[in-house]
Every structure is written in C-alpha cells, then in structure tokens.
C-alpha cells in the first residue's frame, strides 16, 4: 500500500482543475508548472504525481462512472479517491478531503464490470463509434495499446553522436537506456527519468522523439545536397532529423504558421549543431507560391486527431469532437493540394500523420492522387498503437517527370 501525502494530493487537485475547467489548458504544460514551482519534491513525489495526475485524465470516463457523476470543479477530490480506489493507491485520512464518502464507490467497483465499451476505454461515445466504423474489430486493442503509457524514446542527434556512445553517457549520469531494434537512431530509458537535466541534452546530443515518428525521415530518404522543405515543421523534430541524416549538408526550408514555433526550432537547432535549417513564417500564400517546383523533398506533417498520440497526450480525446475530426481533414486535403506544389518533378514528399483513422490517412491519399494524376503512390505504411510506440500513417507520393 502507498502513502500520498496531502501536499501531492493537492498539487494533483490544482493540476486537475486547471486541465477540465481553467481554460482547458494541456496537461504536459500544466504539470511541468507544478513540478517547477515545487522543486524540493524527490524523484519519486515527482514521479508519483505526475502518473496519478495523467492517469486520472486517462481514465476520467471510467472514474465518473464509479462517482456516479461527472467530474465538477467541485468535485475533483471524489475522482482522485475514486482512482486511488480503484488502483488500489490509498493515502492517509482521504475522508479529510472534501469530507467524500467511499461506499457508493466501492459497491461500484466491487460489481467489476462496466456498461458499454466508451467507459471500459473511458472515450468520449462518438469516439467509440468513429473507432468501431473505422477500424473494425481491431478498434478495443488499439484503445487497450493507446491507455497504455508512453515508453521514453530519445532519437541520437547522430550529427554529434553515436546511439552506443549517448547510452554511455546516460548511463554515466545514472540514465539506463537501450537501443531499438530496426530504430537505427532510437534509444529508449529503462524507466522514466527527467532527461532534460543531463549534460547530454544540454550539449544536443539527443532530442525527445517516438520511435514511430523517427520512421518518417528515414522513409523520405533525403540525400546530401538536396533542398528539402519541411511545410508543417512546427518545433521541429522530425526538421532537425532531416537535418542530420543530411549530415548538414543542402538546404532545409522550414515552414510553419505560428511564428513561435519556429522560434523553439530556432533554440533546438542551435543547440542541436544543425546549421543547413532556414525557418520561414506562412503568413501569406505567397511564400508557398514562391517555393512551387523547388523541392527535391518535401514533408507534410498534416495536422490531425492525434488520435495515435493519445498515450501520451490523454488529455487530447476531452478536447475534440466529430466536428473538429470533420473540419481537419478539409484543411489535410486543402494541404495536400497547395503543399504538393513545393515539389520538383521527379522529387518525392511524404504526407504523415499522428492519427489511427483511414479517413485521415489513405482515403485523403486517394483522393489527392485521383484529383492529380501527375503524382503517383510509391508507398504507405501503418504505425499502429499495439505495436508498442505511437501511431504514425505516412505515405511516400512522387510527383512524375
């Protein structure tokens, strides 16, 4: 039996409150704050709440049900007992908080079963019938895979580094970590640790990537030289990879629509030692036209569901609906024909997304290729959660000579 403290509980509570009913802020923000504002707490106060605190978001469907209600600003303590309950984590006097009572809980949870399938996966209802249409009979096995918790993965910035040679150096500041069989690039932590304090990640040795998301520059097969442009590029991640698998050399254009992103991607790249990045603001359809036929390579990482990320950001299935799914795949198709323009004749692009459903990924592949017979499938592939990291569709498109 573990003991939580009242001042954890607390922390938890506050971190609740502002994920469900302060301005739906995102959970990864939120409890980097808190830890932030607490740094006498050990590693493992650390680790504890931060993994109630994203189970209790995990698993918010299943713990009302237990409640008998839905979670209220006012009643976020009856969820965090009705979790400690149910995971069989206790902490002293819990009655103190709130003054809830247990019983009704506890006649719930000993029933063991739960009414329908949206509160044993604890999703939203339309999400369960979006998946079950979707996906079939597979659907439950890749919700069981997604309510799992994120492994860490790190990608070797192998401008600087060896995977065997930044796994020494974890190792050295008490970080285990192994490679990745078919990831040439992966590591992961034997356990979960705060990566960004060390020596390595300060000196850009590393940087924070899923192994399914590492698949994507690996599958553009960019070359040295090229001019490659990154038209979704966001922080950067996936731009930075591309960046050492070109080993610095060529040209990457790097173009996003918020202007702070490209600053964080600015920050990463310097420290990452990639020195062949140009970051340029979308702020008119001019700078797409200016770059039409210029690309060797092209990437487009759509903006999606994120529907195969759920493991990691839980708190994402709260905050969309149908009608957000709906309005993003017209802007995935819109992207699609504006974007594709970048490429050269002959030059290759890949359309990703972090999503799980066909429609967001081979059907928006279909449609684009039958309204532009200039461009032809090369291949596709499905990342899907149960294969243990992220879910991840990516299509390789050339666009013909």
């Known amino acids: 039996m573990e003991l939580i403290h009242r001042n954890l509980l607390i922390g938890i509570h506050d971190c609740l409150q502002e994920t469900f009913f302060e301005d739906r802020k995102y959970a990864d923000k939120v409890i980097e704050r808190l830890l932030k504002s607490h740094r006498k707490w050990g590693s493992e106060d650390r680790r504890v709440v931060s993994e109630i605190f994203y189970n209790i978001i995990r698993w918010k469907k299943r713990l009302e ?79 069981v895979a997604l309510n799992e918790q994120a492994p860490t993965v790190l990608r070797t910035n192998t401008l600087k580094t060896t995977p065997r040679e930044l796994i020494a150096d974890l190792n050295d500041e008490n970080v285990e970590a192994f490679t990745i069989k078919n990831y040439p690039d992966a590591i992961q932590l034997a356990e979960k640790k705060n990566v960004f304090l060390t020596s390595a990640f300060k000196d850009g040795f590393f940087e924070v990537q899923d192994a399914s998301s590492q698949k994507i520059g690996e599958l553009l097969d960019v070359q040295e030289g090229m001019r490659v442009v990154d038209a979704c590029a966001g922080a950067g991640g996936k731009t930075l990879h591309l960046a050492a698998l070109m080993k610095n050399k060529g040209q990457i254009i790097a173009l996003d629509i918020y202007g702070w992103k490209l600053t964080e991607l600015k920050r990463r790249a310097k420290r990452a030692g990639a020195h062949n990045i140009e970051a340029r603001l979308i702020s008119d359809n001019k700078v797409i036209k200016r770059l039409h036929g210029t690309a060797d390579r092209l990437l487009i990482d759509s903006p999606c569901s994120g529907l195969g990320v759920l493991k990691r950001n839980p708190d994402s299935k709260w905050k969309i609906d149908q009608a957000f799914i709906d309005r993003i795949k017209g802007e995935q198709q819109t992207i699609l024909q504006d974007y594709s323009k970048i490429l050269k004749k002959g030059g290759q692009m890949i359309y990703a997304t972090c999503s799980i459903l066909p429609s967001e990924n081979d059907e928006q592949v279909k449609t684009f290729l039958e309204n532009n017979p200039d461009y032809t499938l090369i291949k596709d592939q499905k990342i899907m959660p149960s294969e243990g990291y992220d879910g991840f569709y990516m299509a390789l498109i050339k666009r013909n000579a």
């Open 65 to 143: 049900y237990y409640m008998g209600e839905s979670v209220k600003p006012t009643n976020v303590y009856k969820m965090i007992i009705a979790y400690l309950l149910w995971s069989k984590t206790h902490y002293k006097k819990f009655e103190e908080f709130d003054g809830v009572k247990v019983a009704d809980i506890l006649t719930k949870l000993k029933k063991g079963t739960v009414p329908t399938k949206a509160i044993e996966h604890s999703i939203p209802d339309w999400l369960a019938e979006t998946l079950e249409k979707e996906l079939g009979k597979n659907w439950e096995k890749e919700m």
